[in-house]
């Protein structure tokens, strides 16, 4: 856990929420990493390469105008190498406020559907949340 990134990730989330949009953020992290390759990650990190250059870029990733703006302020603040751990926080945060859980189970054999579907049920009940089971 990076306080970093759950620092950020808790504003995003905080203003997303104000306007319900907080289910619209995790998508757009999702489209942001798959957008930045290595060498624009790179020219974004550098410290030599001017803010309004930076923006010019980041202003072309999202038509969402908060996360555009959730960008500037990563921008301004030089925080551009944290949107990974901020990715996963935001996630957290998410998927608390869902009620949702992500569980991996490990077996020395694949688990049958119906052991599957009656493990989530089973863990929905003791722990009061959607469950998502990955084998």
């Known amino acids: 856990m990076s ?6 990730a808790e504003a995003l989330f905080s203003l997303a929420n104000e306007t319900q949009k907080a289910n619209e953020m995790a998508p757009l992290f999702e489209d942001i990493s798959s957008q930045i390759e290595q060498d624009v990650r790179v020219y ?4 030599n390469v001017p803010k309004a250059n930076k923006k010019t870029v980041v202003n072309k990733l999202t038509d969402n105008t908060l996360f555009r703006h959730f960008l500037f302020v990563l921008v301004d603040n030089n925080r551009l190498d944290a949107l990974e751990d901020i990715k996963a926080e ?5 998927d608390h406020q ?6 991996v189970v490990y077996s020395k054999n694949a ?5 599957i579907d009656r493990l989530k049920k089973t863990l929905k009940q003791k722990k009061g949340r959607d469950i998502t089971l990955k084998n």
């Open 90 to 94: 935001y996630k957290k945060i998410l």
């Open 98 to 103: 869902n009620k949702h859980l992500d569980v």
């Open 3 to 8: 306080l970093l990134g759950f620092q950020y």
């Open 111 to 115: 688990l049958s559907d119906e052991e």
């Open 44 to 47: 974004l990190s550098h410290p």
